[in-house]
T-cell receptor, first 112, second 112 residues
Framework: DGGITQSPKYLFRKEGQNVTLSCEQN?????MYWYRQDPGQGLRLIYY???????QKGDIAEGYSVSREKKESFPLTVTSAQKNPTAFYLC???????????FGSGTQLSVL | SQQGEEDPQALSIQEGENATMNCSYK?????LQWYRQNSGRGLVHLIL?????REKHSGRLRVTLDTSKKSSSLLITASRAADTASYFC????????????FGQGTRLTINP
């Protein structure tokens, strides 16, 4: 089955710890995105990548980092610099310019 | 930055009634998209309308776009309990990079 897979579904972070959220797609999409969603809110863009080995900051990139070493994978690291990391994180992919996005099922990150 | 704003923020109707949600945006767009999100899940693409289109249908969904007013509406006819979800509009900005920007969403509840 083609799709986009996020893992883990739930993740807990301790103070001062970096954690990495996984996002894998087998749709052969060039573009990949990370969004953050707070309760009852819309989606805010963290980072996006339109091609392998290239990515751009979104609207709320501070405290996050990404890599795009393979077309299929776009992991997101939530660093200790992100002081309010508790949120629902959504990964998405798309064919490219002006296209619709396909979303993963999300990762709920909480702070211990 | 939030490009789109949905109205109302929450809507509760009886099963079988029609539901209308509105979206306003600020700058010129290439296309406008509507997505649905069930609680705790990823988003699912519903429909895309291009800037040169005025109306589009997909099953029980009808979307209109008025570029002069920078607004769109999503109509769900003959609503069902399974339509209970949050609905988001999203737009790509004409200027700048390929960022799909989402509104805050409308939370729709269908009462049996």
């Amino acid at each position: 089955d083609g799709g986009i897979t996020q893992s883990p579904k739930y993740l807990f972070r301790k103070e001062g710890q970096n954690v990495t959220l996984s996002c894998e797609q087998n749709l052969n999409h060039d573009a990949m995105y990370w969004y953050r969603q707070d309760p009852g809110q819309g989606l805010r863009l963290i980072y996006y990548s339109q091609i392998v080995n290239d990515f751009q900051k979104g609207d709320i990139a501070e405290g996050y980092s990404v890599s795009r070493e393979k077309k299929e994978s776009f992991p997101l690291t939530v660093t200790s610099a992100q002081k309010n990391p508790t949120a629902f994180y959504l990964c998405a992919s798309g064919r490219g310019e002006w296209e619709k996005l396909f979303f993963g099922s999300g990762t709920q990150l909480s702070v211990l | 930055s939030q490009q789109g704003e949905e109205d109302p923020q929450a809507l509760s109707i009886q099963e079988g009634e029609n539901a209308t949600m509105n979206c306003s945006y600020k700058t010129s767009i290439n296309n406008l998209q509507w997505y649905r999100q069930n609680s705790g899940r990823g988003l699912v693409h519903l429909i895309l309308i291009r800037s040169n289109e005025r109306e589009k249908h997909s099953g029980r969904l009808r979307v209109t776009l008025d570029t002069s007013k920078k607004s769109s509406s999503l109509l769900i006819t003959a609503s069902r309990a399974a339509d209970t979800a949050s609905y988001f509009c999203a737009t790509y900005l004409i200027q700048g990079a390929q960022k799909l920007v989402f509104g805050q969403g409308t939370r729709l509840t269908i009462n049996p």
